[in-house]
């Protein structure tokens, strides 16, 4: 297809000689002049008046540039300025959404923490699930009397360090 994609000009299915076009009444005949191609002298001289119709578009534009080149100059500066306010204001709605999201994080691995069945399966699920990511300290969050407290909690097959029923 010769426009790639582009709608098709609409165009009369069926073709009338000249004598049935002019035995036609005038509202018809538009009706079905509107939809053929115009004459090849006719099409050529309505690209010449587009291509003039652009050309003095071009040399106003050209004309209007020079002579306002202080307020343009000041006009892309505003229009820099409220560039900038609006990506900051973009980044500062990403920021909240960021902060916000990681906070109902924190709150759901707690509660889901919390509703353990017993501590040692609340441990290990703190372990593996920390509520809050510190991307700047990956390593070991607990201290050492934390640290005492875990180990003593997990080396107790029994249960009788901490006891933990939820009904």
Same mark, same amino acid.
């Given at each position: 297809m010769p426009n790639d994609g582009a709608q098709e000009k609409p165009k009369n299915w069926k073709k009338k000689s000249p004598n049935e076009i002019k035995k036609?009444?005038?509202q018809e005949k538009a009706r079905y002049m509107a939809y053929e191609e115009p004459q090849?002298?006719?099409?050529?001289?309505?690209?010449?008046?587009?291509? @003039? &119709?652009?050309?003095?578009?071009i040399r106003h534009k050209m004309l209007k540039g020079h002579k306002n080149l202080p307020e343009e100059e000041e006009r892309l500066k505003h229009s820099n300025l409220i560039g900038q306010l609006k990506a900051a204001e973009a980044r500062n709605r990403i @920021? &909240?959404?960021r902060l916000q999201y990681q906070a109902m994080r924190?709150?759901?691995?707690k509660h889901l923490i919390a509703c353990q069945p017993t501590s040692l399966k609340a441990l290990r699920f703190e372990a593996l699930v920390p509520p809050?990511?510190?991307n700047s300290n990956p390593g070991d969050q607990?201290?050492?009397?934390?640290?005492?407290?875990?180990?003593?909690?997990l080396e107790d097959e029994m249960g009788i360090t901490v006891n933990r029923k939820l009904d």
């Open positions: 036609m009444a005038p090849k002298d006719i099409q050529d001289r309505l690209d010449a008046t587009q291509k @003039r &119709v652009k050309e003095v578009k @920021r &909240v959404m924190a709150h759901e691995i809050f990511i510190d607990l201290d050492k009397l934390e640290r005492s407290r875990v180990e003593a909690i």
